[in-house]
């Protein structure tokens, strides 16, 4: 296995962070990318509404930031957090609440179609994610994050962050 990473989300940083398996962070900075929700919200999201459009911009910002940012994740390494958002993007996909719970990439897609799905007026009530721009961005930056960086999940841990750990 290789190294372990911890994601720490931020109103307008993510980073990705070394960290032990157990998910205490050893000091580094692998990468620092100029995205969170504080900067999605008024360019996407506005008043926390969901349009096709605003969310396919959003993907395009999001891949642009990934990008920018030249993270190199190193072979097999896994991905960590703590962050409440990611919690409620993993309960929203039906992740159990085990002790080690895991949001596979599979999983973000699925709740990545139901967003897509409730962006076009087409979500049936019981198929409705939660109506919050922060919850939006959160979807739209793990799953590109996943894709780019090509993580195919992404640990849990127990004491979700404060969702605003960084500036």
């Given at each position: 296995?290789?190294?372990?990473?911890?994601?720490?989300?931020?109103?307008?940083?993510?980073?990705?962070?070394?960290?032990?398996?157990?998910?205490?962070?050893?000091?580094?900075?692998?990468?620092?990318?100029?995205?969170?929700?504080?900067?999605?919200?008024?360019?996407?999201?506005?008043?926390?509404t969901l349009h096709a459009a605003?969310?396919?911009?959003?993907?395009?910002?999001?891949?642009?930031?990934?990008?920018?940012?030249?993270?190199?994740?190193?072979?097999?390494?896994?991905?960590?957090?703590?962050?409440?958002?990611?919690?409620?993007?993993?309960?929203?996909?039906?992740?159990?609440?085990?002790?080690?719970?895991?949001?596979?990439?599979?999983?973000?897609?699925?709740?990545?179609?139901?967003?897509?799905?409730?962006?076009?007026?087409?979500?049936?009530?019981?198929?409705?994610?939660?109506?919050?721009?922060?919850?939006?961005?959160?979807?739209?930056?793990?799953?590109?994050?996943?894709?780019?960086?090509?993580?195919?999940?992404?640990?849990?841990?127990?004491?979700?962050?404060?969702?605003?750990?960084?500036?």
């Amino acid at each position: 296995m290789g190294p372990s990473l911890c994601l720490v989300l931020g109103p307008e940083v993510a980073e990705l962070q070394g960290c032990t398996p157990e998910g205490v962070a050893d000091g580094s900075v692998l990468g620092r990318m100029a995205i969170g929700h504080a900067l999605m919200e008024p360019l996407f999201f506005k008043n926390h509404t969901l349009h096709a459009a605003g969310l396919e911009r959003a993907i395009e910002w999001t891949e642009d930031r990934i990008q920018a940012a030249q993270v190199e994740v190193p072979a097999g390494a896994q991905l960590l957090t703590r962050d409440a958002q990611v919690w409620a993007l993993a309960q929203a996909s039906g992740v159990a609440q085990t002790a080690h719970p895991i949001l596979h990439v599979d999983a973000v897609e699925q709740s990545f179609s139901r967003l897509v799905m409730q962006a076009m007026g087409q979500a049936s009530p019981q198929e409705a994610l939660p109506a919050t721009a922060r919850f939006f961005a959160t979807v739209v930056f793990v799953r590109e994050l996943m894709h780019h960086l090509h993580f195919p999940q992404i640990q849990l841990l127990r004491t979700p962050t404060p969702t605003n750990a960084l500036p």
